[in-house]
């Protein structure tokens, strides 16, 4: 059996300001960065023979070319015992119009690397990564027509092993809600679902020329709680709420018992699956479009966004986000969210997510799959992975 890893994350907390520098700090965090992604493949203990890194905003929030560069030169430390690395997976050009910020990184183990190919685009057919010299060439990307001057979009890439198995990953992120007070003030769905709602119709009906070969979505989606109804919740249950909670565009104002409320893992479950409406929308409009049944499997950790990516503060409310998360499961103790600090500019969610349609869930569901936040250098996103083998 193979063992293949899926992995993700925002990365726009390495925020690139000084224009034409990569500054010692920004270094630094992405030194560390890809030493954690490696020392966490190595943890697995087990050889990984296929690990796809999706990530997002790299540079930070602008378009950054020095950081480009130099990220593309350290992607390699991701997973530095592998047979071959794909190198930066990105469109690196400075135009509004098809730069994302996005990248993929794809690794092959000695055992498996005789028997990979990368589909080619400009070619039109797979290609030994062996024989890669320049992998310009072997993803797809573009911007979602909604997404105005973000850098919201997808990016695809497609791998085969030997003759028999083919895979394509797409890395996404959805546009954002832009401001608490409008999602606040409309009842589910609000109009930023609706515009992630046709942003992913553009992104899986782009794919409906493959869509009989496993096919795998994970990124920043972007998907948030139904604030509306979220807000009226709290202000009704939270025990000791001594004051409504107020909204401004990027800033929640909330009694302490709320944010404890929020930052506690016995009311995760209730909170998700009373107000985490989105991804049954969304796959129900996906099937619609497109054809494709996408399936996701139990989310049994926290939730991924908005965590506190300052060390320092992070570290100051550990202790006592682990006493109030000590549930006494063992299995819960490897959530990287029990001892996450959540900013109060927005309300939690799990907006990092990775699907899949029928012909992938028909490889997931047999090769004892694992979904999980792992535990990377601290981002105000946490990573999800997902772990599964199949036959060679």
Known sequence: MLNVLLLTQNIGSIECNVENEVTAENQAMTEQWCQSVAAFVEASGTTVDVLVLHFQEMGGKKFHGAFNDYFKGMVTQCYPTAAWCSGLLA???????????????????????????????????????????????FFQSAKFSNAGTSRKGYLQTRLRIGDTTTLQFMNLHLLHDADNTVAASQPFPSEYV?????????????????????????????????????????????????????????????????WDY???????????EQFDKEPKLMQQIIQEKSGMVMTEMPIAF???????DDP????????????????????????????????????????DRIWYNEPGRALVEKGDPVYWNAKLHPMDHLPVYLRFRIEE
């Not at 119009?97 to 794809?106: E, I, K, N």
């Not at 929020?262 to 998700?272: F, K, S």
């Open 91 to 137: 469109p690196m050009e400075n135009d509004v119009t098809t730069f994302t910020a996005m990248g993929t990184v794809l690794f092959c183990s000695a055992r498996v690397v005789e028997r990979v190919a990368l589909w080619s685009v400009a070619k039109d057919k797979f290609v030994p990564v062996q024989e890669i010299d320049n992998s310009s060439s």
């Open 194 to 258: 609706h515009k992630r709602l046709e942003a992913i119709v553009q992104a899986t009906t782009f794919n409906n020329n493959n869509k009989e070969l496993p096919l795998f979505l994970f990124g920043d989606w972007n998907m948030r709680l139904d604030t509306h109804g979220l807000k009226a919740h709290l202000e009704e249950t939270v025990e000791d709420a001594t004051t409504k909670i107020e909204l401004e565009k990027k800033k929640i104002h909330a009694s302490s018992q709320v």
């Open 262 to 272: 929020l930052h506690r893992a016995n009311h995760w479950t209730t909170i998700r």
């Open 302 to 308: 926290g939730p991924t966004y908005l965590l506190e």
């Open 312 to 351: 320092a503060i992070a570290r100051s409310n550990q202790t006592n986000l682990l006493e109030n998360n000590n549930t006494g499961d063992n299995n819960k103790e490897e959530d990287q969210a029990l001892t996450a600090c959540y900013q109060k500019q927005r309300f939690p969610a799990w907006c």
